[in-house]
């Protein structure tokens, strides 16, 4: 049949992809052609390449998911692409899309989530694109998809094309005499099957059971109503054998059942309250999409994500993986606490320092050069994947428990008393306006990049810091030599104590100001973080003149 509509359309501005894809109000995303323009350019930043190619669909069940994922079947029928393997009803976490696309040799996938925003009619959607190496797309790419929508004219579709992504099961038609497969899949076969590659799955099962040490242990997943649901259900239920009890919140809800899916110690409340009474060895939650993970403790012990990391890194031959692959280097994005610096010392291991977004990863994965890196916004991951894993660090977790045989708390303090403390807060400032918050940028950015700043002393607290370096964070990709610029403002000081200020890339309307404060210890580790950087924090708010700029007297979440 030729059913190929060409339809015209005009740009919508703004459709530039942000630290991870485009995130806009559900409002947007339905305006009329909004979507179809992006998936367009989506579609025509791949060039030749996409004519007869194989290409991932599926996102994290929030609203407007599954209608986005038969709009971009329908586009994909109508240029050129070969075949889709699609999550039954549009489902795939962002993880499982990266391992789909790996071990498909897909030309890429379509990720259809808004991650950590909220969901539901009122709230938000996002589409990200990830390329053929599972990762999301570099800024080169996603500049290019940017400058396709200012200029859209025509969008191509197949209207009439029926399709029931209910059903698993493959489906063939017939587009101007060249067939169009699309194949509706299990949404977590795939990605269950690669994590017992990954993992010990015996020895976790018994740990899990108790069989080894006569206890079973005590968990509580919870999956904030997100899209790891299904996925949890499968791996700690059926293939971990633990109790039906120790998940939670495990039906993806269009509106994540009015929770805020994102792991922090704010949104991810019930979880921590719950753990904190007492009877639980670990508690974990994950963000909507499932590439975050937050882990506690018993009585809810929290392990800052820059720690999480580096205890992983220190950890690694307890994961069959890494036994087998080898230990490449280590990294973490520039605003992450430097933990992992210190293992990958003492390992001999190369460490790197990139921008925020998992995007800076790939090229030194695909180098060979990197398989273990985060970031301190509760992104923990290997080089198994092009994306941060959430279940995967817990799975990891749970290896370096059954390794050590100690509980999380007594993790941590063992690794400090080896590497010191590096103290981490961050503090966010949700929805602030846009304009005064640039403003307090550009002004403390050139406040701090005059030379006269370097060297100057900060009092507070009773603590003296003098400035070292100071700058806007600038990176050049070690493999291919893209530069990016304008990253984070970053003051460090003597001692190695850090400032990092930048403004959110994932918001969807207004600015959220993100300020990370970390200071390292060598021998007092065991203090709170809020009073240890409260001396800092104060310099911060003063430097910055965040409170005169933004009218806040407190952020909004504190991690
Ligand atoms: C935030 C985090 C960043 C993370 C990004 C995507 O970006 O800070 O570390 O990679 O979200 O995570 P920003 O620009 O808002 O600070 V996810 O789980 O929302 O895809
Ligand atoms: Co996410």
Not at 434 to 453: Q, R, Y
Request: aromatic share 8%; net charge negative.
């Amino acid at each position: 049949m030729s059913n190929i509509s060409v339809v015209s359309t005009k740009p919508y501005e703004g459709q530039k992809p942000g630290t991870s894809g485009l995130r806009k109000k559900v409002k947007v995303f339905t305006q009329q052609n909004y979507t179809e323009n992006f998936v367009q350019c989506i579609l025509d930043a791949n060039g030749a390449a996409l004519n007869g190619s194989l290409l991932v669909v599926g996102g994290d069940g929030r609203y407007y998911c599954k209608e986005a994922a038969e709009l971009i079947i329908r586009m994909c029928a109508a240029n050129g692409v070969a075949k889709l393997l699609v999550g039954q009803n549009g489902i795939l976490s962002t993880p499982a899309v990266s391992s789909l696309i790996r071990n498909h040799k897909a030309l890429g996938g379509i990720v259809l989530t808004a991650s950590h925003n909220p969901g539901g009619p009122e709230n938000d959607f996002g589409i990200k694109f990830n390329c053929e190496n599972g990762g999301p797309a570099p800024d080169a790419v996603t500049n290019n998809i940017y400058q396709l929508s200012t200029a859209i004219k025509e969008y191509k579709i197949v209207n009439g094309l029926e399709i029931d992504i209910s059903k698993i099961g493959t489906n063939t038609y017939d587009i101007n005499g060249k067939p169009f497969v699309v194949d509706v899949i299990d949404s977590v076969a795939n990605y269950v099957a690669h994590m017992k590659e990954i993992f010990d799955f015996e020895k976790l099962r018994d740990f899990v059971s108790g069989k080894t040490s006569g206890k079973p242990l005590k968990m509580r997943i919870d999956s904030l109503n997100g899209v790891t649901g299904s996925y949890v259900r499968e791996i700690f239920l059926n293939a971990l054998g633990a109790a039906e009890n120790c998940v939670v919140h495990t039906i993806p809800l269009p509106d994540f059942g009015g929770l805020h899916p994102d792991p922090n110690l704010t949104y991810a409340k019930d979880l921590v309250e719950t753990v904190a009474q007492g009877d639980y060895d670990i508690g974990a939650a994950f963000d909507g999409d499932g590439d975050r993970n937050m882990i506690i403790g018993h009585r809810a012990f929290f392990v800052t994500p820059s720690d999480s990391l580096a205890v992983i890194a220190n950890n690694l031959e307890c994961i069959p993986y890494f036994k087998k692959n080898g230990i490449q280097g280590f990294a973490r994005s520039m605003p992450t606490a430097s933990a992992v610096d210190l293992v990958g010392k003492k390992l001999g291991k190369e460490v790197f320092e990139v921008p925020t977004g998992w995007k800076y990863f790939g090229n030194l994965m695909d180098a060979g050069r990197l398989c273990l890196c985060g970031e301190e916004s509760f992104g923990t991951g290997s080089n198994h994947i092009r994306e941060k894993d959430g279940i995967w660090a817990v799975l990891a977790w749970l290896s370096v428990m059954q390794h050590t045989g100690k509980g999380i708390e007594d993790i941590l303090k063992d690794h400090w008393a080896i590497y010191g403390r590096n103290y981490f807060t961050r503090y966010d400032y949700e929805e602030c306006e846009l304009d005064p918050c640039n403003e307090m940028i550009a002004t403390m950015e050139k406040n701090i990049t005059d030379p006269s700043f370097i060297g100057k002393s900060y009092t507070s607290g009773g603590k003296t810091y003098k400035v070292k370096v100071a700058d806007n964070f600038s990176y050049t990709d070690p493999v291919d030599k893209s530069l990016a610029t304008k990253q984070g403002l970053r003051i460090v000081f003597e001692d190695g104590s850090r400032i990092v200020i930048r403004l959110s890339g994932t918001g969807s309307s207004g600015a959220t100001v993100r300020l990370y404060i970390d200071s390292y210890e060598k021998d007092n580790v065991l203090g709170l973080a809020s009073e240890m950087l409260k001396p800092l924090i104060d310099i911060a708010l003063e430097i910055s003149q965040l409170p005169k700029f933004t009218g806040r007297n407190a952020p909004t979440v504190i991690t």
